[in-house]
């Protein structure tokens, strides 16, 4: 694997490297599952420029050829003879505030890139020839069957990204994490809204335990597809229970908040609860402290298996506006999606 030093933002080589902070916090706005697209690319004549978007983890598939010669799972391009390097424009599925990336080259190792760079733009609709782009990581080496994570400082939105490989090679995944960006501003104060909703600007700040399953799924659109959409904590063999907070896209009063564990059936929390509180100035890690103190916006309710399960009127309680929520499970298992509506606050 590859990591970065924080210090720089520095492509570090290394044989094991445990994620990074922004890997497990934020989502890959160049995935598939959220419309992201290949726009253009100078060259895919040994593997498409789209399977380097798709989700699932690349593989190596033995003995697997195609007309064009061995099939590999990501985006490859043929030798260069002529000079110049290859490049690909990529529109993210949502516009946001790139937190960082992943350069995957796995199971390319005799035909990996020694070098790449990106570039980013803001535009609307999609880039032209009179688009202006910036640079987002200058040249930085690669390399072969590693996962490359560089860590991004940048706060501009971003809706399309430009990978450069030097001078050409194969690229089994791109993975941009961001925080989704949205402009309040268009939307109707006075109705209702999934406040909580990746798309609309929520955000997973902590959890106790993600062993099974990535928490981010709990706020993506639509309902769970399998038991692996969503979060899953391991079996607790001792007293507590487990938690997740979620940062709102938008301040707001909530009136509905939905817990559905589809998929999870012998392995649902027996209970859950929701506790809300309206903060301006916090750190990430003060707030798992003082999210054990916040009131109870939802007390204590039984889940069933695989079910939706719907909270509103007086079953919630009146909080006023808030900004983050716990989402507590008790004592264990797992979640498909939580879904919070609300009307703003100002």
């Known amino acids: ?52 978007l798709q989700a699932s983890e690349p593989v190596f598939v033995v003995g697997k050829f195609d ?28 516009p946001g505030i790139i937190k960082g990336l992943d350069i995957d080259t796995s199971h390319f190792t005799g035909n990996y890139p020694p070098a790449a760079s990106v570039q980013v733009c803001h535009v609307q ?39 450069h490989i030097y001078p050409d090679g194969g690229v089994a995944r791109l993975r941009v994490y961001g925080q989704p960006a949205c402009d309040w501003s268009q939307y109707d104060a006075d109705a209702l809204h999934e406040v909580s909703a990746l798309h609309h ?26 038991m692996g959409d969503g979060w899953e904590t391991r079996r607790r063999r001792e007293p507590g229970y487990d938690w997740c907070i979620i940062e709102l896209g938008h301040a707001a009063t909530i009136e509905k908040i939905e817990i559905d564990t589809a998929h999870f059936k012998g392995n649902y929390p027996d209970r859950v609860s929701v506790q809300g509180a309206r903060m301006t100035a916090s750190t990430d890690e003060s707030l798992i402290t003082q999210a054990m103190f916040w009131p109870a916006l939802l007390a204590e309710q039984k889940t069933e298996a695989d079910a939706q399960h719907f909270f509103e009127g007086n079953a919630l309680r009146q909080c006023g506006p808030v900004t983050h929520v716990r989402v507590n499970m008790f004592p264990d298992g797992g979640i498909s999606r939580v879904r919070l509506w609300g009307r703003l606050a100002v």
Not at 27 to 42: E, H
Not at 127 to 144: C, H, I, M, N
Not at 201 to 226: C, D, E, K, Q, S
């Open 1 to 52: 694997m590859a990591a970065t030093d924080p210090s720089d933002g520095t492509i570090i080589n290394a044989a094991a490297a445990e994620l990074p902070l922004f890997a497990t916090r934020h989502a890959n706005l160049a995935s598939a599952d959220f419309g992201a697209k290949v726009l253009d690319c100078t060259d895919e004549f040994f593997a498409k420029s789209e399977r380097m």
């Open 67 to 94: 007309d064009h010669g061995k099939w590999m799972d990501g985006w490859e391009t043929r030798r260069r003879r002529n000079g110049g390097h290859d490049t690909a424009v990529i529109r993210l599925g949502m």
């Open 125 to 163: 609709g999609d880039p032209d020839d009179s688009t202006v782009w910036t640079e987002l990581v200058p040249a930085s080496s690669l390399s072969g069957n590693a996962h490359h994570f560089i860590d991004i400082t940048d706060t501009q939105v971003w809706t399309h990204l430009r990978l």
């Open 201 to 226: 600007g929520g955000r997973i700040v902590a959890y106790n335990n993600a062993h099974y399953g990535t928490p981010f799924r709990l706020i993506m659109p639509g309902r769970g597809v399998n």
